[in-house]
Nanobody
Framework: QVQLVESGGGSVQTGGSLRLSCAAS????????MGWFRQPPGKEREGVAV????????YYADSVKGRFTISQDNTKNTLYLQMNNLKPEDTAMYYC????????????????????WGQGTQVTVSS
């Protein structure tokens, strides 16, 4: 199975940028999807951005389109989330997740489809 470790969170002001990293180790060869999810205070976990490891297609939540970019470095087994023009509503614990199964495009952003999770990294955006 895969182990995931996130890093790169922090505190920024509105309009600032952060880049999150997710280092994957263990059995990474057959991973089909990897993505970023977040859980704002008092709310449920939601999908932010997902990358199809097979065809490198990307999926984004409407709330982050045009501001966030998901990417991967296969040589380092690392997934990234570049976050620009951050807003206070982006404040959340951000989690990296992965799964070995093929998922339909309509459900790739649903957190319940992912079986492997990191411990999370906190992002706080102040106004």
């Amino acid at each position: 199975q895969v182990q995931l470790v996130e890093s790169g969170g922090g505190s920024v002001q509105t309009g600032g940028s952060l880049r999150l990293s997710c280092a994957a180790s263990g059995y990474t060869y057959s991973i089909q999807f990897m993505g970023w999810f977040r859980q704002p205070p008092g709310k449920e976990r939601e999908g932010v951005a997902v990358l199809d490891a097979g065809d490198v297609r990307t999926y984004y939540a409407d709330s982050v389109k045009g501001r966030f970019t998901i990417s991967q470095d296969n040589t380092k087994n690392t997934l990234y989330l570049q976050m620009n023009n951050l807003k206070p509503e982006d404040t959340a614990m951000y989690y990296c997740a992965a799964d070995y199964r093929r998922l339909g495009s309509s459900i790739v952003l649903a957190q319940y489809n992912y079986n492997y999770w990191g411990q999370g990294t906190q992002v706080t955006v102040s106004s």
